[in-house]
């Protein structure tokens, strides 16, 4: 039995069922809750309604991607909200960007790779900000074709604590920028490159890319279908047909990576979390996917990746 770690303890791969590897369930940038400011889903209401949607067309589990260093991770609300819908929530730990008056990059910044790594292993095995609400992944960064140093620190940090933990890692990237970088890193530290992705490839629609991303064995988040002010999904639409016919269809997951208020029909915007399901994979099933690798997408290769694997 393979187990992945969710904020309400320890499950069968088996039971995430439908899954979007990269959300955000709340986030709140530096907005505390105010109205006017775009990167604030903070709202009790407002959450709860996506989640319990998201569970009513089918939803099994989120992959929530706020670390310590985002304003707005609060493990509590993630167990109630689980506890709730009976949505799956994985919880993760490492690190993203620097944020001005963030007391939590203050305190990473002032660690060395080593403190860095055993603060990692303490949130994936002890608990979160004084609870036992435990991480099951860890999510690390790079910029826009560059890395900070702290970014770097703890990139190597993630790839140690993954290889101590047997919980995987995934990356943000900049306009899918800097893949290859990343990857360097943390095989330099040994790490098994199947327990790393990358997410936000997509945004950097180069099949050559992707393709080159796969064959080192890590997995690639397609995270933009619905935000076609980027470019069409018939262009995501082909880069999957590509990748998929030449055997990588076991390393791609889908999702929205919706963390705007007007990404979400609850502020009054769209297309929000259900569009991928209700519109995306029914526009694969039509131009010619089986139903076979739409569920690798969004269950076979998530509950794969997302195990706990010593």
Request: hydrophobic share 35%.
């Amino acid at each position: 039995m393979s187990l992945v770690r969710t904020v309400l303890g320890d499950i069968d791969s088996k039971e995430l069922g439908f899954t979007m590897a990269h959300e955000h369930v709340f986030l709140d940038v530096g907005g505390h809750g105010n109205p006017d400011m775009e990167w604030s889903l903070w709202r009790w209401d407002e959450q709860l309604d996506m989640v319990k949607k998201y569970k009513a067309i089918g939803g099994g589990t989120l992959i929530d991607a706020n670390p310590m260093s985002y304003d707005g991770r609060d493990v509590a609300r993630l167990y109630t909200v689980s506890k709730q819908t009976g949505v799956n929530i994985v919880a993760c730990t490492g690190f993203v960007k620097s944020k001005p008056n963030n007391e939590n990059c203050k305190a990473l910044s002032n660690m060395d790779v080593k403190q860095m790594t055993d603060f990692f292993v303490s949130e994936i095995e002890n608990g979160i900000d004084g609870t036992d609400i435990k991480a099951g992944w860890i999510k690390g960064a790079s910029m826009y074709h560059c890395i900070t140093d702290i970014q770097e620190k703890a990139m190597r940090a993630g790839a140690r604590a993954s290889m101590i933990t047997g919980v995987p890692m995934h990356t943000h990237t900049e306009v899918g920028t800097y893949c290859f970088e990343q990857i360097e890193i943390v095989e330099s530290e040994g790490m098994d490159l199947t327990r790393f992705g990358i997410a936000h490839v997509d945004r950097n629609p180069d099949y050559w890319l992707h393709k080159k991303i796969c064959e080192k064995g890590c997995y690639i988040i397609y995270d933009g279908p619905g935000k076609a002010k980027y470019y069409p999904d018939s262009m995501r639409v082909e880069l999957l047909r590509k990748l998929v016919g030449d055997g990588y269809g076991k390393q791609i997951m889908l999702c929205n990576d919706m963390g705007k208020k007007s990404h979400h029909p609850q502020y009054g915007g769209g297309p929000g979390w259900n569009w991928l399901k209700e519109k995306f994979l029914p526009r694969l099933l039509d131009e010619g996917f089986s139903q076979e690798t739409i569920d690798d997408f969004m269950i076979n290769n998530p509950a794969r990746f997302y195990s706990l694997r010593k």
